[in-house]
């Protein structure tokens, strides 16, 4: 993982992030603090990609599941989460 200081980005300029974005995204510490990471284009792009193939992926399986008649209701919150607790255990 490769870091770089927000002083470092104020002192060099973008070449800074350049640098390092030849071994993948760069991770901005500000305040002792990772807060940004950036990445190039064709990075975002895939990770954009393969997000919206799993939210589809995971939309088809939720359908199906309607479709089989394969859900649950709940009357309340409590009921749902001593459900999902029970799964869990």
Same mark, same amino acid.
């Not at 490769?2 to 030849?22: H, M, N």
């Not at 649950?72 to 409590?78: E, I």
């Given at each position: *993982?490769?870091?770089?200081?927000?002083?470092?980005?104020?002192?060099?300029?973008?070449? +800074?992030?350049?640098?390092? #974005? @030849?071994?993948?995204?760069?991770?901005?510490?500000?305040?002792?603090k990772?807060?940004y990471?950036? *990445?190039d284009?064709?990075?975002?792009?895939?990770?954009?990609?393969?997000n919206?193939? +799993?939210?589809?992926?995971? #939309? @088809?399986i939720?359908l199906?599941?309607?479709?089989?008649g394969?859900?649950?209701?709940?009357?309340?919150?409590?009921?749902l989460?001593?459900a999902?607790?029970s799964v869990?255990?």
């Open positions: *993982m490769k870091t770089i200081t927000a002083q470092e980005i104020k002192r060099r300029g973008i070449s +800074a992030v350049d640098e390092g #974005l @030849k071994d993948g995204p760069v991770h901005v510490i500000k305040n002792n990772p807060q990471v950036v *990445m284009e064709e990075s975002y792009s895939d990770l954009i990609s393969e919206e193939v +799993a939210y589809e992926a995971r #939309l @088809k939720a199906d599941e309607i479709g089989k394969e859900v649950q209701s709940h009357k309340t919150v409590n009921d989460m001593a999902i607790e869990e255990n």
